[in-house]
């Protein structure tokens, strides 16, 4: 089973590049930037990985990227993720990022767009790895913040494929960011968000009805509303869900309680992806290695896991059929 997952063919669709910064990397650019990170050792970095809820571990994650000042920083944090897509057998990656994590701190928008995108394109060429890039809005800021946020991406659109909102969702429902996702839209961004991740059916709503949204990240919440779940089919959204991410975040008890199997049973379509691997302890394929092991999931399941990564990713449909095809082929040749 794991040599079948390793070179399944698989696109990742809920990533967000801050939460690829493994402890080596980061110690290396603090050093290079002379900024003090307060671990010693990478012991001291796992010690902290421990988390009890979301905001447990965003106030980790914040700090760490921290350390990110210049283009080069970013495209190294970048580059460093999509070669573990490379290993992975990830074909094509819809990567979110959070300007105003580095804007806040003085970092200008294009140092940070520009970092990420150069080594997204190298990527596409040394790699055989595509990406899109999904900009995410900071939930726990204004909307008028998100609006700056917009506003600065402008120049920089055709780098950027969609818009996401994420960070502390408690207490910042969707509807906080309605007027900043129409204008979105209305510039030609695709509309994700993050939504009942640990917030209630009611935001997953909202982010369908008031956002609009093409794909809802995490949405394990709408199980506990069946009227919801009907909507979601109905409308044909994917859900990105992160196995581990749950259990490291304690929305899920363990693996052996996580829900993705009764999802799917609903007729969901569901996706696996790693959410924030440096912090949550694995790439994606451990995450479907995982998920697999706990919930006994078939050669059958994971195959219909894989098409819906690229069934329900950006991508072009004449380059959905490509990878469908070659991840079709795949699955025949290991009947
Ligand atoms: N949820 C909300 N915000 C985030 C996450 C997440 O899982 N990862 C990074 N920012
Ligand atoms: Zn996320």
């Keep these: ?83 573990k897509c490379a290993e992975q057998n990830v074909r094509h990656t819809e990567i979110m990022f959070d300007p105003q994590t580095h804007t806040e701190r003085g970092i200008a928008f294009e140092t940070v767009i520009n ?9 596409e060429e040394n790699l055989n790895v595509s990406s899109y890039l999904i900009m995410s809005y900071l939930r726990h800021l204004s909307e008028e913040d998100a609006f700056k946020t917009l506003k600065q991406s402008l120049p920089f659109k055709e780098k950027i494929k969609a818009v996401g909102l994420d960070s502390s969702e408690m207490g910042n429902p969707p509807s906080k960011f309605k007027e900043v996702y129409k204008a979105s839209v209305e510039e030609g961004y695709i509309p994700v968000a993050h939504a009942g991740e640990e917030g209630p059916p009611e935001y997953i709503w909202e982010a369908l009805d008031i956002l609009k949204i093409a794909r809802i990240d995490h949405g ?28 490291a975040l304690q929305v899920v008890k363990d693996l052996k309680n996580h829900p993705l199997r009764k999802m799917m049973d609903l007729g969901l379509k569901v996706t696996v992806n790693s959410d924030d691997p440096a912090y949550f302890g694995g790439q994606v394929n451990k995450n479907y290695i995982e998920i697999q092991k706990a919930l006994d999931l078939t050669q059958e399941d994971l195959y219909q896991l894989a098409k819906n990564s690229f069934k329900y990713s950006f991508l072009p449909s004449d380059i959905k059929q490509k990878y469908l095809l070659e991840l079709k082929n795949y699955y025949k040749s290991w009947q």
Aim: glycine fraction near 4%.
């Design 220 to 247: 394990n919440n709408a199980l506990k509303d069946p009227d919801l779940v009907k909507e979601i089919v109905k409308r044909d959204l994917a859900m990105t869900v992160c196995p581990l991410s749950n259990t």
């Design 115 to 123: 970092g990420i995108s150069k080594a997204c394109k190298d990527a």
């Design 1 to 83: 089973m794991k040599k079948f997952i390793e070179n399944l063919p698989k696109a990742e669709l809920h990533l967000h590049i801050e939460g690829t910064f493994e402890p080596a990397l980061m110690f290396e650019i603090a050093q290079r930037n002379k900024i003090d990170i307060p671990f010693k050792s990478v012991e001291e970095i796992e010690k902290a990985y421990q988390f009890s809820c979301l905001q447990d571990f965003l106030d980790i994650y914040y700090q760490g990227a921290g350390v990110l000042i210049h283009e080069q920083d970013f495209y190294d944090l970048t580059y460093s993720y999509l070669k």
